[in-house]
């Protein structure tokens, strides 16, 4: 065979670098000048950071309790700050990034240097989610949507630029901190998965493509609250355990308390992940510009759907605040429109309850 032959069989078999794909798919973007792919590169930078002190959490003094607590009232473990920290940093340094919100920051960080002022983008994330599992050694993550903003280059971020509906996200991912680090993205064009290689690095493609189940086996819910549940949610609970051979029921209950981990085990297999209004937490509790819209995209992308539960789909939802809490129906499509269906009949009942 000759030499570039050879060459050509062996560049076939290299693996694709997050980076090497981020470029190779720039030009997909009539009108990207590179300034979308820095910013996701910087991205994928503070992930490897992250990891690093996520895989040693246990071994430095970033474990436990700062004694702080968030703006939603949740005490704050040192990796959240560090991961803050890092992925402030790394949007910054991209100078493509004119502001940040986070689930750490009660308000919008605005980068007020002339070149971050130029920036075109915004980001809105959760550095880590799942932080109440950092010391028992179970999978947490970080989450991310990029929109461009809405306010004028050449001046300060403004609160609008992050109060888009979910629809105007330009990019949105998660990292998910387990068994092995990987990042999963989408810029509306596909869901891509890359998984870190820590012999050199760089995070590789693992799972090119990605497409949800249109069904699935598992249902992942805090049944802790079932007493608190709608009743759609109760009846649909039971609909998941009763036996069905037609349609491989009962499903199995799998529920980490960990979004990032719950949804990519959905992803990959199939399943429905609910966080449905409850007592104490009347709009649910996941928040819609840092968990909800981001993941909501990755599903519609992959084909599958995110729903309020009734008629609303998520990445329609005009945000009020910053830290808006909202209901969340996600999964393969077939089990969402299952569970939108019980919902909606439960809903008929107690409406024609109310007016007898
Ligand atoms: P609960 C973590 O705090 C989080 O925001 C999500 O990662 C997770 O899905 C959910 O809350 C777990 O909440 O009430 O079941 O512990």
Do not use: W
Not at 254 to 279: C, Q, T
Not at 332 to 355: H, I, L
């Amino acid at each position: 065979m000759s030499t570039e032959k050879n060459y050509r069989e062996q560049v076939k078999h290299r693996v694709t670098t997050l980076n090497e794909f981020i470029i190779e798919r720039q030009n997909e973007f009539p009108y990207a000048k590179g300034e979308l792919s820095r910013l996701l590169s910087h991205i994928g930078l503070a992930a490897k950071i992250v990891n690093r002190e996520v895989n040693k959490a246990g071994l430095v003094d970033i474990l436990g309790e700062i004694g702080a607590v968030n703006v939603q009232g949740e005490s704050v473990k040192k990796l959240d700050v560090f991961a803050d920290e890092k992925f402030i940093n790394a949007l910054q340094a991209s100078s493509e990034c004119c502001g940040i919100a986070s689930e750490e920051n009660k308000d919008i960080v605005i980068f007020d240097t002339e070149v971050a002022k130029k920036g075109k983008y915004i980001v809105t994330m959760d550095p880590l989610d799942g932080s109440s599992n950092i010391d028992v050694n179970v999978s947490i993550g970080t989450v991310f949507s990029i929109y461009r903003r809405i306010s004028q280059t050449g001046h300060k971020a403004e609160l609008q630029d992050f109060l888009q509906e979910g629809t105007r996200q330009v990019a949105a991912g998660y990292i998910l901190y387990g068994s092995s680090t990987v990042l999963v993205y989408t810029t509306g064009r596909g869901v891509n998965g890359f998984t870190l290689d820590p012999s050199i690095g760089e995070f590789c493609l693992s799972h090119p493509n990605m497409k949800v189940p249109d069904s699935g086996q598992f249902y992942s819910i805090n049944e802790g609250n079932y007493v608190h549940f709608p009743l759609g949610v109760k009846r649909y609970i039971k609909y998941c355990q009763v036996y069905d051979k037609q349609t491989n029921r009962p499903y199995s209950t799998r529920y980490i308390g960990s979004l990032v981990a719950d949804f990519h085990r959905n992803m990959l297999k199939g399943g429905i992940f609910i966080y449905p209004a409850i007592e104490g937490y009347p709009n649910g509790k996941l928040r819609l510009l840092y968990e909800c819209n981001p993941i909501a995209f990755l599903i519609e992308q992959a084909g599958g759907k995110a729903s309020d539960g009734m008629d609303k789909r998520i990445m329609d939802i005009i945000p009020t605040s910053l830290h808006q809490r909202v209901p969340f129906f996600i999964g393969s499509r077939s089990m969402v429109e299952t569970a939108e269906t019980f919902m909606r009949e439960a809903e008929e009942e107690e409406k024609n309850k109310k007016s007898i």
